[in-house]
């Protein structure tokens, strides 16, 4: 079979796009004999009524009134034409996107790279999930809970990893004082994927966006949210160009964009081909006990959190459960978690 000839298990008689491709060809020809008829018909007559009699009071002659309602007619069309037109051309292009991204995404998914498998495209898994009517399908709760608690671990991972990598400590990134989670990396793997998910079949511009947007407002939320609760800062990008009151700054609102495309291309469906080996049943208990656990896990962080700033302040501890915070989340314990988190 020819490279430009239909194939039949495509489904239908011929490309799909064969239609549109000739019905778009034939739109310029159309617009350049819609400019010839208005020359023809109203551009001479327009001109002419310019170089005439002024018309008295404003209002034009009969003649006049004719050619104008006529041109008005026409030009009411054209502007219906153009808004159709506009239309259909950021429909084409959508569709022009998405089947190329689709595409690679099929390409990548069939080759290997030396060390690795290349992730499942997100196609593949929104097929499956449907024929296995799993209980993480698409974006639903279980879907959701699930993205929170893997990212609040791999996020601490990969930054622990980095700081070994680029400084040669190692220093907990943790920002929950049981287990090696952190909820603003949870958060971010959340507001992604919601974002970037109607994306997640198009190309990576789209990805790219969204992980820039997504994540600088993210990032200087939780900034914000810290210090207004905490009053403590973990990150401050004062010393960095381009920052916005130190919350956030050009260069990691990049480096979020990038996270963008990894993100949605390769982590998420990843992560998602392993959610679907959960069976549904045993799934749902696992997914309903992770997420109670990490509910008092933040509750726990953030009292023990605020007593440690109470007890820098010298404030003593007004209660017997304040005491029992203070001896179970001491400051030592709290330095070493919260490495770099400051009061100040």
């Known amino acids: 079979m020819g490279e430009g000839a239909a194939n039949p298990a495509a489904g239908g008689n011929g490309p799909a796009a064969g239609e549109l491709e000739t019905l778009c060809a034939a739109v310029y020809p159309a617009v350049a004999h819609t400019r010839e008829e208005m020359e023809t018909r ?80 997100n196609a593949a898994i929104d097929l499956e999930e449907r024929r296995l009517n799993h209980f993480a399908h698409g974006l639903n709760l279980y879907k959701v809970l699930l993205v929170c608690i893997a990212g609040s671990f791999a996020g601490v991972v990969v930054e622990m990893l980095w700081a070994f990598a680029r400084y040669g400590i190692v220093e907990s990134r943790r920002g929950l004082v049981y287990g090696p989670f952190n909820l603003l990396y949870g958060a971010g793997a959340v507001f992604l994927t919601i974002a970037l998910y109607r994306y997640r079949n198009r190309g990576r511009l789209w990805s790219f966006c969204g992980g820039f947007v997504v994540g600088s407002v993210l990032e200087y939320a939780c900034s914000w949210g810290q210090e207004l609760l905490l009053g403590s800062r973990s990150w401050d990008y004062s010393a960095m160009p381009l920052n916005l009151n130190g919350r956030i700054c050009l260069t990691y609102s990049v480096f979020w964009g990038f996270l963008g495309i990894l993100w949605i291309k390769d982590l998420y469906p990843r992560m998602a081909k392993w959610i679907l080996k959960l069976p549904n049943r045993a799934g749902r208990i696992l997914t309903c006990a992770l997420a109670v656990f990490m509910v008092w896990n933040a509750l726990v962080t953030c009292v023990a959190a605020g007593r440690w700033s109470k007890r820098l302040e010298g404030e003593a501890a007004p209660s017997a459960f304040w005491s029992m915070v203070d001896e179970r989340f001491p400051d030592e314990r709290m330095e070493r978690i919260f490495a770099n988190m400051d009061f100040g």
């Open 42 to 121: 109203y551009y001479g007559k327009l001109a002419e009524e310019a170089l005439g009699p002024a018309w008295k009071d404003g209002v034009p002659t009969e003649g006049a009134r004719q050619v104008v309602d006529a041109v008005q007619g026409e030009l009411e069309q054209l502007r219906r034409a153009s808004k159709s037109l506009v239309k259909a051309y950021q429909s084409l292009i959508e569709l022009e996107d998405e089947t190329g991204a689709r595409l690679r995404d099929l390409r990548k998914s069939r080759s290997r790279k030396w060390y690795a498998p290349n992730p499942p495209a």
